[in-house]
T-cell receptor, first 114, second 112 residues
Framework: DQQVKQNSPSLSVQEGRISILNCDYT??????FLWYKKYPAEGPTFLIS?????DKNEDGRFTVFLNKSAKHLSLHIVPSQPGDSAVYFC?????????????FGTGTQLKVEL | KAGVTQTPRYLIKTRGQQVTLSCSPI?????VSWYQQTPGQGLQFLFE???????NKGNFPGRFSGRQFSNSRSEMNVSTLELGDSALYLC???????????FGPGTRLTVT
């Protein structure tokens, strides 16, 4: 049962343009969402997060949007840079459940081309 | 501040053996979680420790166990290794009650 889904395994974008990565979830108990960037053979690097009480959070070139009714979130990267090429994972947590367990999506490979 | 460190970085073991992996969290972080990454299953939660107590556990067999020490350092142990245990094992720490988890570089375990 895949509770967090990233339906696009890969995405190719030109340098300077916007990258939009999407994520859907099914568990209505999830109330905290995070995006991570990962290079091969390294641990994920935290990028940005959003609580379910918000619908948008911005940090520099990264913006995360949350649509609770659709159980959908997206990560926007503007402008995209070649160094952004990596696998991006969305993750979700149910804060009310106690503890700190992240459920990850399957990842989207972003390639930013010159 | 130093990041999350994991030792060893690479490990090769034989089926049936056991292995212990170590994780040192970011200074001041009391929550430590472990994840397994495989090509087929992706990133999956193993367990979380907070103040030396297991607070959450994922759907893994009892061969997978862990513990946390008073200095928040954590170890995970896998007994009776199987070929399917070959994976990247990741440790993450967080400053409770903040929910951002910061990951270490991982330990690549290969079971032959």
């Amino acid at each position: 049962d895949q509770q967090v889904k990233q339906n696009s395994p890969s995405l190719s974008v030109q340098e300077g343009r916007i990258s939009i990565l999407n994520c859907d979830y099914t568990n209505s108990m999830f109330d905290y969402f995070l995006w991570y960037k990962k290079y091969p053979a390294e641990g994920p690097t935290f990028l940005i997060s959003i609580s379910s009480i918000k619908d948008k959070n911005e940090d520099g070139r990264f913006t995360v949007f949350l649509n609770k009714s659709a159980k959908h979130l997206s990560l926007h990267i503007v402008p995209s840079q070649p160094g952004d090429s990596a696998v991006y994972f969305c993750a979700a947590s149910a804060l009310t459940g106690g503890g700190n367990k992240l459920t990850f999506g399957t990842g989207t490979q972003l390639k930013v081309e010159l | 501040k130093a990041g999350v460190t994991q030792t060893p970085r690479y490990l090769i073991k034989t089926r049936g053996q056991q292995v212990t992996l170590s994780c040192s969290p970011i200074s001041g972080h009391r929550s430590v979680s472990w994840y397994q990454q495989t090509p087929g299953q992706g990133l999956q939660f193993l367990f979380e420790y907070f103040s030396e107590t297991q607070r959450n556990k994922g759907n893994f067999p009892g061969r997978f166990s862990g513990r946390q020490f008073s200095n928040s350092r954590s170890e995970m142990n896998v007994s009776t290794l199987e070929l399917g245990d070959s994976a990247l094992y990741l440790c993450a720490s967080s400053l409770w009650p903040d929910y951002e988890q910061y990951f270490g570089p991982g330990t690549r375990l290969t079971v032959t």
